[in-house]
T-cell receptor
Framework: AQSVTQPDIHITVSEGASLELRCNYSYGATPYLFWYVQSPGQGLQLLLKYFSGDTLVQGIKGFEAEFKRSQSSFNLRKPSVHWSDAAEYFCAVGPGGGNKLTFGTGTQLKVEL | ETGVTQTPRHLVMGMTNKKSLKCEQHLGHNAMYWYKQSAKKPLELMFVYSLEERVENNSVPSRFSPECPNSSHLFLHLHTLQPEDSALYLC???????????FGSGTRLTVV
């Protein structure tokens, strides 16, 4: 069965600092991997996705993520965080060619001014 | 405007009530989903509809009844709910066999 672990429940960074959110997955084959962001009172918005090819993927809002098969990881990064990035971030994994996504428990990001 | 619209945004219902949640998408997607989001728990996949047929039901209690009359609309009919059913219910859509979902803003349900 597929699963996702986001080991950090809460992270606080200063505005302008770099950010890395961790995601580890368990899946038997090559997975589809996603990062979503959720602002308070809203649904989830897709930040970026990895299906195949280049293991470093670029997303919206200046985010990027790197797929590392050897570590079963798909960490999200941003070089300089803005106050508006404060939100909850979810990593998700799905089977290639399938519909069912499994989400992690999320990481709540707080940005200090 | 996300392309996926959920109504109502907030709902308070008693345990003996019957209500329905509505989801509508105008993205031309052919798969739709219901997820339950509770505090401190992962998103729980409840139902998947693909090409208007239910293809997944994740052991959801029968007090939740989905309906997908066409590829643009999805309903979740609720009856005799329990307080532990209070949560944010999220609808999403995608193209068949692609995981890049578009989510609605959700319905915040409170069962009293």
């Amino acid at each position: 069965a597929q699963s996702v672990t986001q080991p950090d429940i809460h992270i606080t960074v200063s505005e302008g600092a770099s950010l890395e959110l961790r995601c580890n997955y368990s899946y038997g084959a090559t997975p589809y991997l996603f990062w979503y962001v959720q602002s308070p009172g809203q649904g989830l918005q897709l930040l970026l996705k990895y299906f195949s090819g280049d293991t470093l993927v670029q997303g919206i809002k200046g985010f990027e993520a790197e797929f590392k098969r050897s570590q079963s990881s798909f960490n999200l990064r941003k070089p300089s965080v803005h106050w508006s990035d404060a939100a909850e971030y979810f990593c998700a994994v799905g089977p290639g060619g399938g519909n069912k996504l499994t989400f992690g428990t999320g990481t709540q990001l707080k940005v200090e001014l | 405007e996300t392309g996926v619209t959920q109504t109502p945004r907030h709902l308070v219902m008693g345990m003996t009530n019957k209500k329905s949640l509505k989801c509508e998408q105008h993205l031309g997607h052919n798969a739709m989903y219901w997820y339950k989001q509770s505090a401190k728990k992962p998103l729980e996949l409840m139902f998947v509809y693909s090409l208007e047929e239910r293809v997944e039901n994740n052991s959801v209690p029968s007090r939740f009844s989905p309906e997908c009359p066409n590829s643009s609309h999805l309903f979740l009919h609720l009856h005799t709910l329990q307080p532990e059913d209070s949560a944010l219910y999220l609808c999403a859509s995608s193209q068949e066999n692609r995981g890049d979902y578009t989510f609605g803003s959700g319905t915040r349900l409170t069962v009293v």
